[in-house]
Nanobody, 130 residues
Framework: QIQLVESGGGSVQPGGSLRLSCTTS????????VAWFRQAPGKEREGVAG????????YYADSVEGRFFISRDDAKKSVYLQMNALLPEDTGMYYC???????????????????????WGQGTQVTVSS
């Protein structure tokens, strides 16, 4: 059973930064797609950032474009989300997601859909408040 474990969440003031990490239990190979989702209280889970291995392609929600950056280190079997200029509306539980499926042609249209990913972490809380 492949596991994903997020870390790096916490409380920060508006304008601050956090770096989330997602460590996987992969022993070989790599996920084709990885992503970060978030869920605020009373709201649906939403895709924040996605990355596809082939082509090193990155995708972002409009609300975080220019502030967040997704990266991965396949040697360390880890995925990261650098979050800058944080806003109160960025508050929520952040989840790491990953999948092995080869779907590069449809990924640009589907990266933000939860159904795109088979593997999920338990989440790490991010709170942005003054």
């Amino acid at each position: 059973q492949i596991q994903l474990v997020e870390s790096g969440g916490g409380s920060v003031q508006p304008g601050g930064s956090l770096r989330l990490s997602c460590t996987t239990s992969l022993t070989s190979g790599h996920f084709n797609s990885v992503a970060w989702f978030r869920q605020a209280p009373g709201k649906e889970r939403e895709g924040v950032a996605g990355h596809y291995y082939s082509g090193d392609s990155r995708y972002y929600a409009d609300s975080v474009e220019g502030r967040f950056f997704i990266s991965r280190d396949d040697a360390k079997k880890s995925v990261y989300l650098q979050m800058n200029a944080l806003l109160p509306e960025d508050t929520g539980m952040y989840y790491c997601a990953a999948d092995f499926s080869s779907r590069w042609s449809s990924y640009p249209d589907n990266w933000y859909l939860a159904a795109t990913y088979k593997y999920w972490g338990q989440g790490t809380q991010v709170t942005v408040s003054s």
